[in-house]
């Protein structure tokens, strides 16, 4: 299909293993951060981008040694960027099991508000 539909805007970085001929979508710089501890392996980017309208993208996914591996999206509009750098702020402050309690609280209340079955959370390593 045709490239770049619109001008790049000033954040929009190239990327360099992006296929010949594919959609462009304009993006902001990547930051990833991963974690490699007792069999259990994380890894979490985020970065903007105009994916129809602007957001900031978080890919979440890990693995631990006794699980299959968990991969998580969010997109969450741009100007809600503080917001979402404010709650990521404040989990450095929490313990993982809080963060994990975090998580169960967030499933169960999904779970509630649509009826759906909340999904189970794997057995997490230490
Ligand atoms: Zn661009």
Redesign the pocket.
């Known amino acids: 299909m045709a490239g ?1 539909q619109d001008p ?2 000033k954040w ?1 970085v190239t990327e360099p293993e992006e296929p010949e001929g594919s959609r ?1 979508i ?1 993006r902001t710089q990547r930051t990833e951060v991963e974690r490699y501890e007792s069999g259990t392996h994380a890894s979490i980017t985020t970065r903007g981008g105009s994916f129809g309208t602007d957001e900031i993208v978080v890919h979440a996914w890990h693995r631990t040694a006794d699980s299959n591996s968990v991969q998580a999206d969010l997109y969450v509009p741009a100007g809600d960027a503080p917001r979402l750098a404010g709650v990521f702020e404040a989990l450095s402050y929490v313990s993982p099991d809080q963060i994990r309690e975090l998580a169960a609280g967030i499933r169960q209340a999904g779970a509630e508000m649509t009826g759906a079955e909340a999904e189970a959370e794997p057995e997490a390593g230490a």
């Open positions: 770049i790049c805007p929009c462009h304009h």
